[in-house]
């Protein structure tokens, strides 16, 4: 599981860490913001929450990625939830199903850092990349035409999804305090990428290691 602040890089690790490890990537935003965008009855319910900054429904999100993680993908390549979950009653309804994390990722940044990511970040809606304006900016100009900015990522929004991850991060982390690795994502994204690639490759050999006949 990989959390952490609006903009504090989770889906830039994400993109890095399945090229790397090969799970599969299950954002509760990618996947809201797909829903929305196909103008489906999730996607018309969503919307007026994600707008506003505000958290989807549980029932709505849980829903989702329930059906998500039932995939047959899943099962083969191991899975990686990045915004899920965001509520003490999210982390519930996974604990209740036995659903846990071999490792709970929580990306630290500091606050005026974050709102600056989020104001100059763009997407790429055609392969879904994430860039921004000046930390990270497209390497041609076809690409650049066609970015796209989304609509929570305007400063005044930006406070408020922040001030909603401050009053639920505590309740959710508590229920993965054995498995927490607090990682500084205030650096340059390779670097953070270098320190989480170690964390999960130390995982994986311990996995190995503790299979029978080993
Ligand atoms: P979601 O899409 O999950 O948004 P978020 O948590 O606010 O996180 P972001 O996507 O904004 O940021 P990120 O951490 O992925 O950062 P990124 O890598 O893009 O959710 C959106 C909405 O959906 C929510 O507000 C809510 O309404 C709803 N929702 C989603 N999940 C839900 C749930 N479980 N329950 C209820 N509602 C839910 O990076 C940001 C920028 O910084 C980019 O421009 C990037 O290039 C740059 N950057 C990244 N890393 C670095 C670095 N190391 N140095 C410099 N710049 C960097």
Sequence with gaps: MISGAPASGKGTQCEMIVQKFGVVHISTGDLLRAEVSAGTEIGNKAKEYMNSGRLVPDEIVTAMVMTRLSLEDVKEKGW?????????????????LNIRPDVYIMLDVPDDILIDRCVGRRLDPLT?????????????????????TRSDDTEEKVKSRLQIYKQNAEAVSSTYLDVLNKIDGNCPKEVVFEEISSVLSRLQKDKEESKPGK
Aim: with cysteine; aromatic share 6%.
């Design 128 to 148: 879904g990349k994430i860039y921004h304006i000046t930390n990270c900016p497209p390497d041609n100009e076809e690409i650049k035409a066609r970015l796209v």
């Design 80 to 96: 990686l939830l990045d915004g899920y979950p965001r509520s003490s009653a999210q982390a519930e309804s996974l604990e209740k």
